[in-house]
T-cell receptor, first 111, second 114 residues
């Protein structure tokens, strides 16, 4: 079962930052937070992941709260091509490496 | 950048027929996954291979679904007989090994059962 809660949908203006929240209040100490996105008619694409420190790569930033019960994915300058479903996933670092998807957040970037 | 290849891209079949999907993972990737995605939902894991061995098929409906990865490279997912409720996107993904954090997904096979 998915261990995360995300809003069903969000929108933001092109060029502005998109901040996508995720609640994972039952996360365990050895579980990572992963973000994937799925553009229409394509397979999911890895974005970023983290354990407890904030992370940044060429696609996005991941901010994890100190208690690790929630996180935010930030797309600093959203473009129309960022319109997609974004999945926040909690995944163990032990033998149970399954990636279990919830329903995600549908992000619409407006021109 | 290397990609996970899947074929066919689309498949239309009639109820009770057999159908098969093929996946070629990124070269060198030991772990291969098959997911099913019903419209409006997130992908659901059906089966996970480590090389040629099945490590998790707990969500695979084994009365009609089968999966194999005989030489530990490419993989086939079969449904026999197909049912109306099997209409979905079937996604294949691979990773270097089961501990690797990044899964690479193919574009999927869209199955319609009539």
């Amino acid at each position: 079962d998915a261990k995360t809660t995300q809003p069903t949908s969000m929108d933001c203006a092109e060029g502005r930052a998109a901040n996508l929240p995720c609640n994972h209040s039952t996360i365990s100490g050895n579980e990572y937070v992963y973000w994937y996105r799925q553009i229409h008619s394509q397979g999911p694409q890895y974005i970023i992941h983290g354990l407890k420190n904030n992370e940044t790569n060429e696609m996005a930033s991941l901010i994890i709260t100190e208690d690790r019960k929630s996180s935010t994915l930030i797309l600093p300058h959203a473009t129309l091509r960022d319109t997609a479903v974004y999945y926040c996933i909690v995944r163990g670092a032990d033998s149970s490496y399954k990636l279990i998807f919830g329903s995600g957040t549908r992000l619409l970037v407006r021109p | 950048e290397a990609e996970v290849a899947q074929s066919p891209r689309y498949k239309i079949t009639e109820k009770s027929q057999a159908v098969a999907f093929w996946c070629d993972p990124i070269s060198g990737h030991a772990t291969l996954y098959w997911y099913r995605q019903i419209l409006g939902q997130g992908p659901e894991l059906l089966v996970q291979f480590q090389d040629e061995s099945v490590v998790d098929d707990s969500q695979l409906p084994k009365d009609r679904f089968s999966a194999e990865r005989l030489k530990g490279v490419d993989s086939t997912l079969k449904i026999q007989p197909a049912e109306l409720g099997d209409s979905a996107m079937y996604l294949c993904a691979s990773s270097l090994d089961s501990a690797n954090e990044k899964l690479f997904f193919g574009s999927g096979t869209q199955l319609s059962v009539l």
